[in-house]
Each structure stands twice: as structure tokens, then as C-alpha cells.
């Protein structure tokens, strides 16, 4: 697997090649580290010397230094400079040309310790991407690269395109050798807290858990559960998470086909969510790991 960090020297940036440091101590994958710099006109106020540019590809490999002493040994590290007018779209253009199988970005600067706020790049990509998006939170960074991946949390729903995301939760699970969770979504695809709505989520439960049990292979436990609650916030929070847990959700059927769109039920989990999210497009039918 090749997992590509959207890589800057902030924060944000450390955050998220932390979570991709995390991913690829998976046996045989690939972290690629992406810096994009502007290829556009420059402003008159910047100089127009091409000793300009020479400065600003060395700042670059002194980013890149410093990054590839952050990624633990034996991890197999590269550092990759993309020109395009938005880091959005390079980091696009980058996944194409490596062949991701993830790109992952930090949450914005002003998000609080631990929660997220999407900006403009995170934004653009979960409304963009054609292969699954991973958010580091604020923080992520503080848990260090080294701490593998302890559980892996799958939202499933009853709506469509849940199969997909099943599919990548399975996959990546068994990418990252870790525990999967199966969280039936049911209670809160229909508002309300009656008993047939409970009911018809612990059968839903028992469905994805039945699923996931035959195509996982020997060696991984796989648990489920539901999330049920007076709101999609109130569920999230009802839930216990695991410091180094990842949570994988879907793309709203709003999405364009084969591509991320954060619907509404992620966009609410977002701001109760304790842990890295991944976002997998619709009609998701390439495998993570595969």
C-alpha cells in the first residue's frame, strides 16, 4: 500500500505525517511525502530572480530533512515536490501519479486538541478525491509515528454504498493487523429512539458482524456494535474510543461516482470524534490494501 502524506512544516503538517508514519509500519507499504509548491504567476512583490527559486527548493529539502527524521526506522519514506496552483491540486495530481491508495492531511490550524476543523485543503479533498482521504486531528502529532494502529472502527449504515465502506474497513484492517469494529448506524439513519428502530439495528449489527466474519481470514477479531443516541453527536460520544484508533466512514450519496463527498453523518461525527477519520468515496470497488 502506498500511503501519501500532504505534507507542510506546521503543525498540521506533523499531525498528518504522524497518522501516515502510523499506517505504513504496515508490512510492505510506502510513505510518500508531498510538498507542494506554487507554480503560478508570482506576485510583483516577489523576486523574479530564478536564484528565487533555487532558495526555495533547498527550504524545501531542509522541510524534507526534517520530516524523513520524524518517520521511524524501517520505514520505506519518500519525499516528493509537486507544482500546481493549490496544494489541493497537487496533492490530487500527486495520488494519481503514485498510485495512492490514501492520502492524509492534517486538520486546520484552529481546531482545538484532539477534534478537527477542516480548511481549505482537507475541504477540497473530501470533495474531490477519487481514492480515501485520512484526517489527522489536532494533536495527532503528540501521540508519536511509532504507536501502531489499535483498532480499526467501520460506521456502516443500512443506506447505499455501505458495502464499500465495509469493504475498506476489512481490508485495512487486515493491512494494519488490527482488530476491526462494526458500528451499526441504524439508530441514527432514522431519527427517533423507538424500539423498532433499536431492533432493527442490532439485526443490522448482526448482519454486517456475519459478513465481515466470512471474509476476514483467521487471526482477526471483529467485533460489532451500536451507536444509537438523541443525536448523531450524542452516539459518537456514547461510544469508547482507543487512543490510536482509526474510524472509516462513507461518502453521501451526493458524492459523484468514485469520488469523496462528506455528507452530513460524517460532517456531524467530525465534531465528537476523537480519532483520525478516513473518508472512502462512493461506488468504493478498488480495495484498500489492494
Not at 145 to 172: D, F, H
Not at 174 to 198: K, Y
Not at 203 to 212: M, N, S
Request: proline share 5%; hydrophobic share 50%; aromatic share 4%.
Amino acid at each position: 500500500m502506498r500511503f501519501l502524506v500532504g505534507y507542510t512544516a506546521t503543525q498540521a503538517g506533523a499531525d498528518a505525517l504522524a497518522l501516515g508514519a502510523r499506517f505504513a509500519q504496515a508490512p510492505g507499504a510506502e510513505l510518500d511525502i508531498v510538498l507542494v509548491l506554487h507554480a503560478g504567476e508570482r506576485a510583483t512583490l516577489t523576486p523574479a530572480d530564478p536564484g528565487y527559486d533555487n532558495f526555495l527548493h533547498g527550504l524545501a529539502e531542509e522541510w524534507f530533512v526534517a520530516a524523513l527524521a520524524l518517520v521511524p526506522a524501517g520505514i520505506s519514506a519518500h519525499t516528493h515536490i509537486e507544482y500546481a496552483d493549490s496544494f489541493t491540486q497537487g496533492l490530487l495530481v500527486a495520488a494519481e501519479r503514485l498510485q495512492a491508495d490514501v492520502v492524509v492531511v492534517g486538520a486546520a490550524s484552529h481546531g482545538l486538541l484532539g477534534r478537527f476543523a477542516i480548511g481549505s485543503v482537507a475541504g477540497g479533498l473530501l470533495h474531490s478525491s477519487k481514492v480515501p482521504v485520512a484526517l489527522a486531528p489536532e494533536g495527532t502529532r503528540l501521540l508519536g509515528p511509532s504507536e501502531p494502529i489499535s483498532r480499526i472502527t467501520c460506521a456502516v449504515g443500512t443506506k447505499v454504498g455501505a458495502a464499500g465502506v465495509l469493504t475498506a474497513g476489512i481490508r485495512l484492517a487486515l493491512t494494519v493487523d488490527a482488530p476491526l469494529r462494526l458500528v451499526s448506524l441504524v439508530a441514527i439513519d432514522r431519527p427517533g429512539d423507538s424500539a423498532g428502530a433499536t431492533q432493527l439495528a442490532a439485526v443490522h449489527a448482526q448482519e454486517v458482524l456475519d459478513y465481515a466474519t466470512e471474509h476476514l481470514i483467521d487471526g482477526v477479531d471483529v467485533t460489532a456494535s451500536v451507536a444509537s443516541g438523541r443525536s448523531i453527536e450524542h452516539a459518537v460520544r456514547g461510544l469508547h474510543w482507543e487512543r490510536a484508533e482509526l474510524c472509516i466512514v462513507g461518502s453521501s450519496r451526493l458524492a459523484q461516482p468514485h469520488r469523496i463527498f462528506l455528507g452530513s453523518i460524517a460532517a456531524k461525527m467530525l465534531r465528537e470524534l476523537p480519532v483520525p477519520l478516513l473518508v472512502v468515496p462512493r461506488d468504493f470497488t478498488v480495495t484498500v490494501g489492494e
